[in-house]
């Protein structure tokens, strides 16, 4: 499974958004790339993923590069409730290759 | 997320109790997996299971003995464990072999080992 880099932490003020970068220059080509977020205390919730295009729900936008060896999460109008802390994987194919890193600690400004 | 339900939410146990951590999903999915957080540290894989058959155990102590009878119950069986074990312990669910699959998470227990 291919490893993920991502900043340690992150601001945002309220109502901008929040562009959260991830690089994964090893990912091979049927390996998808997976965002979650997990707030304190909790398990982590699954936000999007995507294979090699744009995705878009009604949580975030995921933006995959031409390379596939980066990709950024936008949550495009942050509030204080998407303070968390958020995990790129890349993998999960069979099923037990979701390996989570340490993630980015986003916290949104009032 | 209400699709996959852990119990206890918190459990406190002395070293020497034998205690058991349940997983229920209700999402029809075919793999189910362990994971242990402790504080401060990433997500930590221990068990996976899918079509009810172990296909991974990342070198995890024998004092954790995971059980899935069947492909919507998972459970993590304990015996004589560590101050170090306490964490919290993660279930998850997924659909596994039919290309992407995103995990669904439990809220996990909280597990205090005294």
């Known amino acids: 499974d291919a490893k993920t880099t991502q900043p340690p932490s992150m601001d945002c003020a309220e109502g901008r958004a929040a562009n959260l970068p991830c690089n994964h220059s090893?990912?091979?080509?049927?390996?998808?790339v997976y965002w979650y977020r997990q707030i304190h205390s909790q398990g982590p919730q699954y936000i999007i993923h995507?294979?090699?295009n744009n995705e878009t729900n009604e949580m975030a936008s995921l933006i995959i590069t031409e390379d596939r060896k980066s990709s950024t999460l936008i949550l495009p109008h942050a509030t204080l409730r998407d303070t968390a802390v958020y995990y790129c994987i890349a993998g999960g194919i069979t099923g037990n290759q979701f390996y989570f890193g340490t993630g980015t600690s986003l916290t949104v400004i009032p | 997320e209400t699709g996959v339900t852990q119990t206890p939410r918190h459990l406190v146990m002395g070293m020497t109790n034998k205690k058991s951590l349940k997983c229920e999903q209700h999402l029809g999915h075919n793999a189910m997996y362990w994971y242990k957080q402790s504080a401060k540290k990433p997500l930590e894989l221990m068990f996976v299971?899918?079509?009810?058959?172990?296909?991974e155990n990342n070198s995890v102590p024998s004092r954790f003995s995971p059980e899935c009878p069947n492909s919507s119950h998972l459970f993590l069986h304990l015996h004589t464990l560590q101050p170090e074990d306490s964490a919290l312990y993660l279930c998850?669910?997924?659909?596994?072999?039919?290309?992407?699959?995103?995990?669904?998470f439990g809220n996990g227990t909280r597990l205090t080992v005294t």
């Open positions: 299971y899918s079509l009810e058959e172990r296909v």
């Open positions: 090893t990912i091979s080509g049927n390996e998808y």
């Open positions: 998850a669910s997924s659909h596994a072999g039919t290309g992407s699959s995103p995990l669904h």
């Open positions: 995507g294979l090699k």
